[in-house]
């Protein structure tokens, strides 16, 4: 969403991230710049559950498609990630309406399975739309 934030910026969304982890990681992600977003703790993983954002087991994990990404990774000189916090629980990415009440969530099947930020960026511009033609 890096590459699209301008573009989500100027369609009204506000983009936030979500986690468990404790504040102190918090902290040195922010340090490292790598949330460039606001974040929102959610140590008791409501949110999590609220969306379908499932904890799986190992073989859901530590499949192919993860491997491999780890794998182009290494090849491109880039370090593997240090796992510090509970790798079995999956992410996603999530869309709400301002009131809260509508929206759309995409939730991972496995670490490295994310959305296109094309279809994201799909999305909020309908939702701008739908926003537009009510308001009109």
Do not use: H, K
């Not at 240090?82 to 809260?100: M, T």
């Not at 099947?109 to 009109?136: E, I, K, T, W, Y």
């Amino acid at each position: 969403m890096r590459e699209r934030q301008l573009e989500l910026e100027a369609l009204g969304v506000q983009i936030f991230t979500v986690t468990f982890e404790s504040e102190a990681r918090v902290r040195e992600l922010q340090a490292r710049a790598l949330l460039p977003y606001p974040v929102l703790r959610d140590p008791r993983r409501v949110a999590y559950r609220m969306f379908g954002l499932e904890r799986r087991g190992p073989t859901t994990v530590w499949n192919i498609p993860t491997l491999w990404f780890y794998l182009r990774r290494l090849l491109r000189g880039q370090p593997p990630p240090r796992i510090r916090a509970d790798p079995f629980q999956l992410g996603g990415d999530v869309i709400l309406s301002a009131d809260g009440r509508r929206g759309w969530a995409y939730a991972s099947r496995d670490p490295v399975d994310r959305p296109s930020a094309d279809g994201v960026v799909a999305l909020a511009a309908r939702a701008a739309r739908q926003r537009s033609d009510c308001n009109a």
